[in-house]
């Protein structure tokens, strides 16, 4: 018998307001979940090894996203005999840089600082590629450049120029420098790697050379504070970073890329600090100051100002 089909010559298409607010969920929970990393790094502030901390989560990640590693493998997208620098190289900027050194900042710094210092990962990336010859950087970038910076010295310095001349002052901070600088090289480096294969496929490897980096400083941890290392606590730490501000996190950021492109799924840079920000005070009795604030305007627009063309 012969069904017969409705008549959707006159069906409505979903309203566009579904999909805006698919994006904005998915981006308020990818922020909150990047902005847990952050968080956990002050909270713990230092009780859990940091090395450990970032080697049981890039493990977590490696090993959680491995399937799509090896289904890359085998049909040929990603050629290891070729890649094997690379992907090594990619772990160390965007993994080891952004694991232990983070975990060890959140002693001294707050989670604030760390996720505005982040924010400037972008500049960061435009100004390498203007030197590379890349990108062109014309004046509104360079004055967005400008104000992004004037936001990061004014939040690291807490608004007095001279604790850059202390010994040992704001370390934590320039931890997160460097941190975000490795995150930076990173950005440049990641999508060059064996382009044909999907996010999840090489993140999960690059997470495997992150891990293997942070190995040899974590296996001294284990060695010297194995109570420090194998305890509940930090087990329950291991778990939280490797599923939250890892896989769903990294997962909610390929869908987002996949279903809205990658210059909406951007936005998450924007949203990432406030997310941080609002954590930190509900979890951590943190709140924002005045200086944060006025950095984060002034960092969040000058990226906005950076990436207009």
Same mark, same amino acid.
């Given at each position: 018998?012969?069904?017969?089909?409705?008549?959707?010559?006159?069906?409505?298409?979903?309203?566009?307001?579904? !999909?805006?607010?698919? *994006? $904005?969920?998915?981006?308020?929970? &990818?922020?909150?979940?990047?902005?847990? !990393?952050?968080? %956990?790094?002050?909270?713990?502030?230092?009780?859990?090894?940091?090395?450990?901390?970032?080697?049981?989560?890039?493990?977590? @990640?490696?090993?959680?996203?491995?399937?799509?590693?090896?289904?890359?493998?085998?049909?040929?997208?990603?050629?290891?005999?070729?890649? *094997?620098?690379?992907?090594?190289?990619?772990?160390?900027?965007?993994?080891?840089?952004?694991?232990?050194?983070?975990?060890?900042?959140?002693?001294?710094?707050?989670?604030?600082?760390?996720?505005?210092?982040?924010? %400037?990962?972008? @500049?960061?990336?435009?100004?390498?590629?203007?030197?590379? /010859? @890349?990108?062109?950087?014309?004046? $509104?970038?360079?004055?967005?450049?400008?104000?992004?910076?004037? =936001?990061?010295?004014? @939040?690291?310095?807490?608004?007095?120029?001279?604790?850059?001349?202390?010994? /040992?002052?704001?370390?934590?901070?320039?931890?997160?420098?460097?941190?975000?600088?490795?995150?930076?090289?990173?950005? %440049?480096?990641?999508?060059?790697?064996?382009?044909?294969?999907?996010?999840? *496929?090489?993140?999960?490897?690059?997470?495997?050379?992150?891990?293997?980096?942070?190995?040899?400083?974590?296996?001294?941890?284990?060695?010297?504070?194995?109570?420090?290392?194998? !305890? *509940?606590?930090?087990?329950?730490?291991?778990?939280?970073? /490797?599923?939250?501000?890892? $896989?769903?996190?990294?997962?909610?950021?390929?869908?987002?890329?996949?279903?809205?492109?990658?210059?909406?799924?951007?936005? &998450? %840079?924007?949203?990432?600090?406030?997310?941080?920000?609002?954590?930190?005070?509900?979890?951590?009795?943190?709140?924002?100051?005045?200086?944060?604030?006025?950095?984060?305007?002034?960092?969040?627009? =000058?990226?906005?100002?950076?990436?207009?063309?």
């Amino acid at each position: 018998m012969d069904a017969k089909l409705p008549d959707t010559s006159s069906a409505k298409p979903p309203a566009a307001g579904w !999909n805006d607010a698919a *994006a $904005l969920i998915g981006f308020i929970l &990818v922020a909150v979940g990047q902005a847990s !990393n952050q968080v %956990l790094a002050r909270g713990l502030a230092g009780s859990v090894p940091p090395f450990s901390l970032a080697f049981f989560r890039w493990s977590i @990640i490696a090993i959680g996203l491995a399937p799509f590693a090896i289904a890359a493998i085998r049909d040929g997208r990603i050629p290891l005999a070729q890649n *094997a620098w690379p992907i090594l190289l990619a772990g160390f900027l965007g993994m080891f840089l952004c694991g232990g050194p983070v975990y060890v900042a959140g002693i001294t710094t707050t989670a604030i600082h760390i996720a505005l210092i982040f924010a %400037l990962s972008p @500049i960061m990336v435009l100004l390498i590629s203007a030197a590379l /010859g @890349i990108e062109h950087i014309g004046p $509104l970038q360079w004055l967005g450049t400008a104000l992004a910076l004037a =936001g990061a010295l004014l @939040i690291v310095s807490g608004g007095h120029l001279e604790t850059f001349t202390e010994a /040992g002052a704001a370390w934590g901070d320039l931890l997160v420098v460097l941190a975000m600088l490795g995150w930076s090289g990173y950005t %440049l480096v990641q999508s060059r790697v064996a382009p044909r294969a999907s996010l999840l *496929a090489r993140v999960s490897l690059f997470s495997a050379a992150g891990a293997l980096c942070s190995l040899p400083p974590a296996i001294n941890e284990m060695w010297t504070a194995p109570a420090q290392v194998f !305890n *509940a606590r930090a087990c329950e730490a291991y778990v939280f970073a /490797g599923l939250v501000p890892g $896989l769903i996190a990294y997962a909610g950021f390929a869908w987002l890329g996949a279903k809205f492109g990658s210059v909406r799924t951007s936005l &998450v %840079l924007y949203v990432a600090p406030i997310a941080s920000a609002l954590l930190s005070w509900i979890i951590l009795g943190e709140p924002p100051k005045l200086i944060h604030l006025v950095g984060g305007l002034l960092i969040l627009g =000058g990226v906005w100002a950076s990436l207009r063309k």
